[in-house]
């Protein structure tokens, strides 16, 4: 169930150049959503008049000209409910656009509705389904964006993370994804979890995609774009690479062995002892700061609540403010080590996620290898690698440093093209 479908640097030239109409674009989008929507559930809600609506008004200008886009359904939006896949905000209706997406129809894109989430983009899952293997999950909290994005229903879908929740389902679906650097996104009128970790990102059919959004949604944002070059690249385990599948594990050892043979030096980067506290301290601090952004919701409706997010409050009741605070303060001193330790490369290199998408839709699996860089508010970008057709998708990690964003993605462009031959 995976259609293949322009990228949107090509949709939104073929449009300002006159070359296709944004109607036609719609027409094409909206056929492949009517056919694979009913397997897939991407959407909660969807209107085709309304996308009509919008190609029909359209000026044929912008940087995303005519580019179908997916929202994750916790960005507030005007013309559908946000309901945080939660009974408590059914038919929840915003007055106004989250910034982001006012950014995204100035720039001309197309908003083709909203995506299923995980309720409060934490863990309980929605009925999205991976197109890859319709048993298995498309991952956690944007899978309907990710979902969709692989169904060939949009060319460009917002997600969020606060865990692993925009590149595990990238990896799952086999999609290029971006989460910028932590605080270079505005998240006005997205409903918040953790703030030390919550991060707009976003899919896209290729790097070029992914920067192409960073321009509308990041002001300033840098092309840095440069000549393709030998890289300098680390490639990190962290302690947790004994949960790596075998096949998984093969496919990023095979990817590695390919930079090396196109010029790219990769060296083995081991992490001191004192960063396998990472993982426990990010999901520590996710529950307490989890625990004050649903509070109102705890208080009033308690009973419609899940058992994940109620087990998430009964574990940050049972940790105090000095917990908290500790593991906030080895984060901050583990920043500057880890930063010194990746100077001199121009990225790291490591798995997204340790597993192919499990089977079933009731757990997405882990998110360790993306949250432990997550809890730095480091940049992050999944590369999908090349497969065989009956394989499910292994997604590769590049990881660049805080703010170094538009290095990152510069690296990651010359990567994915040197993994594709």
Known sequence: MIRPAPDATALSEAVVNGQTRVAAIAED?????????????????????????Q???????????????????????????????????????????????????????????????????????????????LNRTPGSSSAGSAAGMAAGFFAVALGTQTAGSLLKPASYCGL????????????EGVKPLAPSFDTVGWYGRSVRDLRLVARVLIAGFPSNEIAPRPL??????????????????????????????????????????????????????????????????????????????????????????????????????????????CLPFDAMLGATCGMVAPEGLDSTGPSDFIKFWGAFGWPQVNLPLPREERLLPVGLQVIGRFRADGPLLAVAEQLAGTLKT
């Open 29 to 53: 989008f909206l056929e492949c959503i009517q056919a694979l929507e009913p397997q897939i559930q991407a959407f909660v809600s969807f209107d085709p008049q309304q996308v009509r609506d």
């Open 55 to 133: 190609a029909a008004q359209h000026d044929g200008r912008g940087l995303l000209a005519g580019v179908p886009v997916g929202v994750k359904d916790i960005f507030d939006s005007v013309d559908h409910p946000t309901q945080f896949f939660s009974p408590i905000y059914a038919g929840n209706q915003p007055s106004r656009d989250a910034h982001v997406v006012t950014l995204l129809r100035q720039a001309g894109a197309l908003i083709m509705g909203k995506t299923h989430t995980t309720e409060f983009a934490y863990m309980y899952t929605g009925p999205t389904r991976n197109p890859h293997d």
């Open 176 to 187: 290029f994804a971006y989460k910028p650097s932590l605080g270079l996104v505005s998240l």
């Open 232 to 341: 300098n690249l680390g490639f990190c385990r962290t302690s947790r690479w004994a949960d790596v599948e075998p096949q998984v594990a093969q496919a990023l050892e095979q990817a590695v062995e390919q930079l090396r043979r196109a010029g790219h030096r990769v060296n083995e980067v081991i992490l001191p002892d004192a960063f396998a506290g990472v993982f426990d301290d990010h999901q520590l601090i996710n529950d307490c700061e989890g625990a004050r952004s649903l509070a109102k919701e705890f208080e009033q409706h308690r009973e419609r609540l899940s058992p994940s997010i109620l087990a998430m409050f009964d574990r940050a009741t049972a940790t105090g403010w000095e917990q908290e605070s500790a593991a906030k303060a080895r984060l901050a001193a583990l920043a500057p080590r880890l930063a010194e330790l």
